[in-house]
């Protein structure tokens, strides 16, 4: 390799491989770029953000403020009927608000530790391998439930297992809390289950209250394939994978009584998966062509580990690998370099991290990814050697560049492709925040060194002109973070 | 490029924002013949919105005449609380300023309308819904594009998208704007200029940033208009004990409509628009998500019939989502993915008439693969039918180029 080659490698590593350089970080890539990266890979899985509570605290704190929202609506009720008709002091003395609030504000917390991390971590390669996960694996605050838990949904089924065997990250996250709230499998209920029959007939399972029993008839009972669906199209084997409506609701079916634990469960299950073998739909199962035999839980674990196993699985799941890491058109030599190292491996994902940084094609001079608004301002951050503003700060600007924190638009999560990011809006909108931002941030420091130390050899002569010509050291910065080759990687 | 900025000193204010107006403008000009324009049609307008997760027709215009829709729908059948439209359909009860339009004569509902996908997977029906394609994969472009591609070939027309990502259905050949509601430009930096300089041969961030900062000079003086004119809202005001919570998302969604009205009734504005709605999956829950929904969208379309005033009788307004939902209620008060759906077609262009499209009923030999609302239209015919007789679009156009391989998909023809 040539001393012009290395540089270039060094910079590559850190911009495209890693979440943008700290000022020192290209400088100490340069030596082993290859080596840096695969360092990164670690057996355990990849850090966690500081401070994040578990799933079950925060269901149960979600479950009681749902409780007394539901009481204080009642009392209001009541008051309108017959009380003094005064309402209820609106203000924020209120307990409910105030309980609702502090669970927005823990997920607000939540995705501020996440962005601590990816501002300050040395190690921005494992913590985009982990970014790419959670985005593969998409939950959403766009379901309330679903946002209180999304912080320890990444810290309990996501993290622990990036670097591990694909079988069991995605058997961690079907059948995580968050997962199963955002997608809608908490109540679904085999239609010829135990369950059912006991709801059809008026009997009741486990001591509930009329007034319950009688909305849980109201509703109809039954299945909700939304879950099944979303593995086998987003999470395997892809929406050409060869499946038919018909696996779609067989897998549904093989996933009931999968669950969340709640009220009526014991304590110790509240807010954690729980399999309630009565709401199981009883029977063999056909999915994909293979059978299944009756086997409650198991029943939907094996065809969980039969999908993880599917070439179709290793095909699409490689091709968003390089989607996310090389271009949105990836070469179908990267591709297959990964599959390679995916079939060969059982789908090691630690094998397919090294395939990956081997992978020539992952190196290509030209960065021919556009940053999405979430890697723009963590490698704006980066770039400052910038502790991160609160959380309140990022939030309405992620919000108005189009990736509101924790709330992808739907179970396929964030696009990764340029033209979904670089509409003239969004263009105007980055460089309102790099003008704040540069204003705040620069301070005394040189323009030119943070260029250098931004981008390394990526650094193009007429942005470091722009730089060097700026009228000031804000709008020096400023004019690096919005230049062609910042916004891409 | 460098002919736009001012021979000496800063540029000013409106002088850098007019400059990149003006950028945007000269390549209009270069990429389009100038040929004279029939004044008439230069004042249509279309406007798509496009209502993501698969909207439930059977809520937005629910077929309370239909014998077999209570049956179906259980708990979340609306018999008892939509709106009066004809003798088949309501209308949801959400949709008053919907119903108020439906009652001038100014809105239509398509109760059936699919397009060619069949797979009910939320993102090939979506790509395929705005690829204008036959199938998934098969174009990489928005149809509107293609559409405002081939009527530049006649007459200056301008596109714009609002929300703060590009939706496919706008992606493509032709350059379009883009807007969501945020802080003004700072105008006074010497940013725009400079960044314009640095794009300069930069074939995605170059053009994107000239068309932003154009759109910028067009929102001061299409939301100042906005604001000086308060407007009366269709239909019924939401009662007296709406949440506040509830009263402010409906007042954001109107003044998006108005906003995007607003640019719509500059000169030199957009006559092209697409807005995406998203949240529309309801597996579970439906009632409440769909009050919530649909009121949205009842204010957005409120704020567009208003804000446009007088232009409202050039426009077409095309509201259409990926697909329906299952005829029948699910486990978890809600409904899975589906085929058919209900379009609504709204504008002072329309002509009178009642549903567009033939209804297949849901009776259960007709419902499709014995769940869903069977397709009686195809989704292509719809927009085809609006772009040729409202926008002037040629057929051979629509049926090669606009909507590829589409021939057998006819338009639907006599809606304006």
Same mark, same amino acid.
């Given at each position: 390799? &040539?001393?012009?080659?290395?540089?270039?490698? @060094?910079?590559?590593? +850190?911009?495209?491989?890693?979440?943008?350089?700290?000022?020192?970080?290209?400088?100490?890539?340069?030596?082993?770029?290859?080596?840096?990266?695969?360092?990164?890979?670690?057996?355990?899985?990849?850090?966690?953000?500081?401070?994040?509570?578990?799933?079950? !605290?925060?269901?149960?704190?979600?479950?009681? $403020?749902?409780?007394?929202?539901?009481? *204080?609506?009642?009392?209001? *009720?009541?008051?309108?009927?017959?009380?003094?008709?005064?309402?209820? %002091?609106?203000? @924020?003395?209120?307990?409910?608000?105030?309980?609702?609030?502090?669970?927005?504000? %823990? =997920?607000?917390?939540?995705?501020?530790?996440?962005?601590?991390?990816?501002?300050?971590?040395? @190690?921005?390669?494992?913590?985009?391998?982990?970014?790419?996960?959670?985005?593969?694996?998409?939950?959403?605050?766009?379901?309330?439930?679903?946002?209180?838990?999304?912080?320890?949904?990444? +810290?309990?089924?996501?993290?622990?297992?990036?670097?591990?065997?694909? &079988?069991?990250?995605?058997?961690?996250?079907?059948?995580?809390?968050?997962?199963?709230?955002?997608?809608?499998?908490?109540?679904?209920?085999?239609?010829?289950?135990?369950?059912?029959?006991?709801?059809?007939?008026?009997?009741?399972?486990?001591?509930? /209250?009329?007034?319950?029993?009688?909305?849980?008839?109201?509703?109809?009972?039954?299945?909700?394939?939304?879950?099944?669906?979303?593995?086998?199209?987003?999470?395997?084997?892809?929406?050409?994978?060869?499946?038919?409506?018909?696996?779609?609701?067989?897998?549904?079916?093989?996933?009931?009584?999968?669950?969340?634990?709640?009220?009526?469960?014991?304590?110790?299950?509240?807010?954690?998966?729980?399999?309630? %073998?009565?709401?199981?739909?009883?029977?063999?199962?056909?999915?994909?062509?293979?059978?299944?035999?009756?086997?409650?839980?198991?029943?939907?674990?094996?065809?969980?580990?039969?999908?993880?196993?599917?070439?179709?699985?290793?095909?699409?799941?490689?091709?968003?690998?390089?989607?996310?890491?090389?271009?949105? !058109?990836?070469?179908?030599?990267?591709?297959?370099?990964?599959?390679?190292?995916?079939?060969? #491996?059982?789908?090691?994902?630690?094998?397919?991290?090294?395939?990956?940084?081997?992978?020539? !094609?992952?190196?290509?001079?030209?960065?021919?990814?556009?940053?999405?608004?979430?890697?723009?301002?963590?490698?704006?951050?980066?770039?400052?050697?910038?502790?991160?503003?609160?959380?309140?700060?990022? +939030?309405?600007?992620?919000?108005?560049?189009?990736?509101?924190?924790?709330?992808?638009?739907?179970?396929?999560?964030?696009?990764?492709?340029?033209?979904?990011?670089?509409?003239?809006?969004?263009?105007?909108?980055?460089?309102?925040?790099?003008?704040?931002?540069?204003?705040?941030?620069?301070?005394?420091?040189?323009?030119?060194?943070?260029?250098?130390?931004?981008?390394? +050899?990526?650094?193009?002569?007429?942005?470091?002109?722009?730089?060097?010509?700026?009228?000031?050291?804000?709008?020096?910065? *400023?004019?690096?973070?919005?230049?062609?080759?910042?916004?891409?990687? | 490029?460098?002919?736009?900025?001012? #021979?000496?000193?800063?540029?000013?204010?409106?002088?850098?924002?007019?400059?990149?107006?003006?950028?945007?403008?000269?390549?209009?000009?270069?990429?389009?013949?100038?040929?004279?324009?029939?004044?008439?049609?230069?004042?249509?307008?279309?406007?798509?919105?496009?209502?993501?997760?698969?909207?439930?027709?059977?809520?937005?215009?629910?077929?309370?005449?239909?014998?077999?829709?209570?049956?179906?729908?259980? *708990?979340?059948?609306?018999?008892?609380?939509?709106?009066?439209?004809?003798?088949?359909?309501?209308?949801?009860?959400?949709?008053?300023?919907?119903?108020?339009?439906?009652?001038?004569?100014?809105?239509?509902?398509?109760?059936?309308?699919?397009?060619?996908?069949?797979?009910? #997977?939320?993102?090939?029906?979506?790509?395929?819904?705005?690829?204008?394609?036959?199938?998934? $994969?098969?174009?990489?472009?928005?149809?509107?594009?293609?559409?405002?591609?081939?009527?530049?070939?006649?007459?200056?027309?301008?596109?714009?998208?609002?929300?703060?990502?590009?939706?496919?259905?706008?992606?493509?050949?032709?350059?379009?704007?883009?807007?969501?509601?945020?802080?003004?430009?700072?105008?006074?930096?010497?940013?725009?200029?400079?960044?314009?300089?640095?794009?300069?041969?930069?074939?995605?961030?170059?053009?994107?940033?000239?068309?932003?900062?154009?759109? !910028?000079?067009?929102?001061?003086? @299409?939301?100042?208009?906005?604001?000086?004119?308060?407007?009366?809202?269709?239909?019924?005001?939401?009662?007296?004990?709406?949440?506040?919570?509830?009263?402010?998302?409906?007042?954001?969604?109107?003044?998006?409509?108005? #906003?995007?009205? /607003?640019?719509?009734?500059?000169?030199?504005?957009?006559?092209?628009?697409?807005?995406?709605?998203?949240?529309?999956?309801?597996?579970?829950?439906?009632? /409440?998500?769909?009050?919530?929904?649909?009121?949205?969208?009842?204010?957005?379309?409120?704020?567009?019939?208003?804000?446009?005033?007088?232009?409202?009788?050039?426009?077409?307004?095309?509201?259409?989502?990926?697909?329906?939902?299952?005829?029948?209620?699910?486990?978890?008060?809600?409904? %899975?993915?589906?085929?058919?759906?209900?379009?609504?077609?709204?504008?002072?262009?329309?002509?009178?008439?009642?549903? =567009?499209?033939?209804?297949?009923?849901?009776?259960?030999?007709?419902?499709?693969?014995?769940?869903?609302?069977?397709?009686?239209?195809?989704?292509?015919?719809?927009?085809?039918?609006?772009?040729?007789?409202?926008?002037?679009?040629?057929?051979?156009?629509?049926?090669?180029?606009?909507?590829?391989?589409?021939?057998?998909?006819?338009?639907?023809?006599?809606?304006?």
């Amino acid at each position: 390799m &040539t001393l012009a080659d290395q540089d270039l490698k @060094a910079a590559i590593a +850190a911009t495209r491989f890693g979440l943008g350089a700290r000022p020192g970080e290209i400088a100490e890539a340069r030596r082993d770029p290859h080596g840096f990266l695969r360092a990164q890979i670690r057996r355990d899985g990849a850090d966690l953000p500081a401070g994040v509570a578990t799933s079950s !605290e925060r269901l149960g704190e979600f479950r009681e $403020y749902q409780l007394e929202k539901r009481d *204080a609506r009642l009392q209001k *009720a009541a008051m309108a009927s017959g009380g003094d008709g005064k309402p209820a %002091d609106p203000d @924020a003395r209120d307990p409910v608000k105030v309980v609702g609030r502090m669970l927005r504000q %823990d =997920v607000g917390a939540d995705f501020g530790a996440r962005l601590q991390l990816a501002v300050t971590t040395g @190690a921005g390669f494992r913590e985009r391998w982990a970014d790419f996960w959670a985005n593969h694996f998409t939950v959403s605050a766009t379901k309330a439930i679903t946002g209180t838990v999304i912080g320890p949904y990444e +810290a309990e089924a996501i993290r622990p297992n990036v670097f591990g065997r694909f &079988t069991d990250l995605l058997g961690a996250v079907e059948t995580h809390p968050a997962m199963l709230t955002y997608l809608d499998q908490v109540r679904s209920i085999g239609p010829n289950s135990r369950a059912a029959e006991y709801l059809k007939t008026g009997g009741n399972p486990r001591g509930v /209250g009329r007034a319950r029993l009688q909305r849980v008839a109201n509703r109809s009972v039954g299945l909700n394939e939304n879950l099944a669906r979303e593995i086998l199209e987003l999470h395997t084997v892809g929406v050409n994978g060869g499946y038919s409506q018909a696996d779609v609701t067989e897998f549904a079916r093989a996933m009931t009584g999968l669950s969340v634990g709640g009220p009526r469960d014991p304590a110790s299950e509240t807010g954690t998966a729980v399999f309630r %073998d009565p709401a199981h739909e009883p029977g063999e199962r056909t999915v994909m062509g293979v059978r299944y035999r009756p086997g409650g839980k198991d029943q939907a674990g094996a065809i969980l580990a039969d999908l993880a196993a599917k070439p179709a699985t290793a095909t699409f799941v490689c091709t968003k690998i390089a989607r996310h890491f090389v271009a949105d !058109e990836p070469s179908p030599a990267l591709v297959a370099r990964l599959e390679k190292a995916w079939t060969s #491996s059982n789908g090691d994902l630690s094998r397919v991290a090294e395939a990956l940084i081997a992978a020539p !094609e992952a190196w290509a001079p030209t960065p021919a990814k556009f940053k999405t608004p979430y890697e723009f301002i963590v490698s704006s951050y980066r770039a400052a050697g910038a502790q991160p503003e609160t959380f309140g700060k990022v +939030a309405p600007i992620l919000t108005a560049l189009g990736q509101k924190p924790f709330s992808a638009p739907s179970p396929k999560g964030w696009p990764e492709d340029a033209q979904s990011w670089a509409a003239p809006d969004a263009i105007v909108k980055r460089m309102q925040f790099a003008q704040a931002f540069s204003a705040a941030a620069v301070r005394d420091r040189d323009p030119k060194a943070l260029a250098a130390d931004a981008l390394g +050899a990526r650094l193009t002569p007429d942005t470091a002109k722009a730089v060097a010509r700026a009228e000031s050291r804000a709008e020096g910065f *400023a004019l690096l973070l919005m230049s062609p080759e910042f916004q891409r990687r | 490029m460098n002919a736009i900025l001012p #021979s000496r000193g800063l540029p000013t204010r409106r002088g850098v924002l007019a400059g990149a107006a003006g950028f945007g403008l000269a390549l209009e000009l270069i990429a389009v013949p100038a040929v004279a324009a029939d004044a008439d049609l230069a004042r249509r307008k279309v406007i798509v919105v496009i209502c993501r997760g698969g909207m439930d027709g059977l809520s937005v215009a629910p077929p309370i005449g239909d014998p077999e829709y209570q049956g179906l729908r259980g *708990a979340l059948a609306l018999n008892k609380t939509a709106l009066p439209l004809d003798g088949t359909f309501g209308l949801h009860p959400a949709l008053a300023s919907v119903q108020a339009l439906a009652q001038a004569g100014e809105a239509r509902i398509v109760p059936a309308v699919a397009t060619p996908d069949r797979a009910r #997977s939320h993102f090939e029906a979506q790509d395929v819904l705005e690829t204008g394609a036959a199938g998934v $994969y098969s174009a990489s472009s928005g149809w509107l594009n293609r559409a405002v591609e081939a009527l530049s070939a006649h007459r200056k027309v301008e596109a714009l998208s609002v929300g703060a990502t590009a939706p496919l259905i706008l992606r493509g050949k032709v350059q379009t704007a883009s807007w969501s509601p945020g802080r003004a430009v700072d105008a006074e930096a010497r940013l725009p200029t400079l960044l314009q300089d640095l794009y300069r041969n930069d074939p995605l961030l170059g053009p994107a940033l000239a068309r932003g900062l154009a759109t !910028e000079v067009m929102a001061q003086s @299409a939301t100042a208009d906005m604001a000086a004119k308060p407007t009366a809202m269709m239909g019924q005001p939401p009662p007296a004990n709406t949440p506040q919570r509830v009263r402010q998302g409906r007042e954001a969604a109107r003044s998006l409509g108005l #906003s995007l009205a /607003g640019f719509m009734r500059e000169p030199g504005g957009p006559q092209v628009a697409a807005i995406s709605l998203d949240g529309f999956d309801s597996h579970a829950n439906q009632a /409440g998500l769909l009050n919530t929904r649909l009121a949205y969208m009842d204010a957005v379309l409120d704020g567009i019939r208003s804000g446009l005033g007088p232009e409202w009788k050039n426009t077409v307004v095309v509201v259409a989502t990926e697909f329906g939902r299952t005829a029948r209620i699910n486990g978890t008060g809600g409904t %899975d993915h589906g085929t058919a759906s209900t379009a609504l077609l709204l504008g002072g262009a329309l002509k009178t008439g009642g549903i =567009v499209g033939d209804w297949p009923t849901l009776r259960a030999n007709a419902l499709f693969e014995n769940r869903d609302v069977a397709p009686t239209l195809d989704m292509r015919g719809l927009f085809k039918g609006v772009l040729a007789e409202h926008m002037g679009l040629d057929r051979a156009v629509l049926d090669k180029t606009v909507f590829p391989d589409s021939a057998a998909a006819k338009p639907v023809l006599g809606l304006v």
